[in-house]
Every structure is written in C-alpha cells, then in structure tokens.
C-alpha cells in the first residue's frame, strides 16, 4: 500500500500536501481501499470556512459511506469537480486526479508524518 513521503497524513485517512499556505487535501490509497468502489462524493464549497475535525463531506462506495473530515483550520479555494463527475478517480489516483479540495490553512497543522502514519495503518 502507497504512503508516498512527501505528504502529512491525518488519523481520519486523508493526506494532505502543504505548499505555502494551500494545503491539497485527499483521501489516502488505504481509505480508498477500504471504501471500495467510489460512486459519490460530496465537498464543501468554495468559499467554506473549515474547523480541523469538523466534518466537512462525504464519499460514498457500493460498500458504505465515510465522512470527510477538515483535516486543518483554513477556508476552501479549490474543490475538485473531477471527482464530483468522476468519482472512481479517487480509487484510480488517489494521491494526485484523486484529490478533493484545496484550503488556505490558518495556524499550524498538527498532523502525521508518513512513517506515524504507516504504524497506524500497521505497515
């Protein structure tokens, strides 16, 4: 299973890639697994003003439905709309066309380095 190194990850599953004050934000290969088959997904708006832990969406698969949780502090500039029509992207590419949303972060984010996250994951 992939946890690529240049990510932070979160205990919910989502990966998040921090470039200045824009953190990309998705949900890692691991979740994707576990969902299954993704048909649906629900992002929150542009605009949108996030609290870290707050559920923030959801992804939908044939097996069961996994809430979206704001992974930081920070308001949403980007929402992927690939996987809105596309929503198997995110079992295809989870780490890059698979992505759902981009914040701009405000304070700093407390997450997991890959190597914490594999020993979450048991890897």
């Known amino acids: 299973m992939s946890v690529p190194d240049d990510l932070q990850y979160t205990a919910e599953h989502e990966w998040v890639r921090l470039e200045g004050d ?10 994707a697994d576990a969902l299954g088959d993704v048909v649906y997904v629900d992002l929150p708006a542009i605009g949108a003003t996030l609290a870290a832990g707050a559920i923030v969406g959801e992804v939908e698969s044939t097996k069961s439905v996994g809430e979206l949780y704001a ?3 920070g308001e949403v500039v980007e929402a992927n ?22 914040l701009r972060i405000a304070g700093d984010p407390a997450l997991l380095s890959p190597a914490e996250y594999r020993a979450l994951i048991g890897q």
């Open 22 to 31: 824009i953190a990309t934000v998705g949900i890692t290969q691991y979740a």
């Open 71 to 73: 992974p930081l502090d």
């Open 81 to 102: 709309a690939g996987v809105v029509d596309s929503p198997e992207t995110i079992n295809a590419d989870p780490y890059g066309a698979g992505w759902l949303v981009k």
